[in-house]
């Protein structure tokens, strides 16, 4: 069963309800990136919702968009919930008449092609 998560306006009311973890991010940018642990990565203890950020060069501004993102997947996630159930729907007899009519005229086109003889070339 999906429960819904409550979502604290304050930050540090999020952060309180986070693991957080600190690392090394990848890729270019030479010495800076080598010897700081900028990168962020949070979890969300009560939904186990996971979030990522080694955008900036700042670990202060990589948590502040981690916040952010988490926040938006919270969110999408309680949205998700209020969603109406999708029902599922047939199509109905005169449509696929329809579909298979249009597809024997195709078919009929197709075969009305003439073949190029070896002479008319």
Known sequence: METRYDIP?????LLAECDVWVFRATG???QGVNTT?????????????????RRERSQLQN???????????LEAHNAA?????????RKSRSV??????AKRKRARV???????DAGEE
């Not at 962020?40 to 186990?48: A, D, E, K, Q």
């Not at 696929?96 to 009519?101: G, L």
């Open 81 to 89: 919930l209020d969603a109406p159930e999708r029902v599922p729907t």
């Open 63 to 73: 948590k502040r968009a981690c916040l952010e993102r988490l926040r938006g997947k």
């Open 28 to 30: 270019p940018g030479g």
């Open 9 to 13: 306006a304050d930050d540090h009311a």
């Open 110 to 116: 197709k075969r009305t092609r003439g073949r190029v």
């Open 96 to 101: 696929k008449a329809r579909q298979v009519e």
């Open 37 to 53: 642990d900028s990168a962020v990565r949070l979890r969300h203890r009560p939904s186990g919702i996971t979030v990522v950020c």
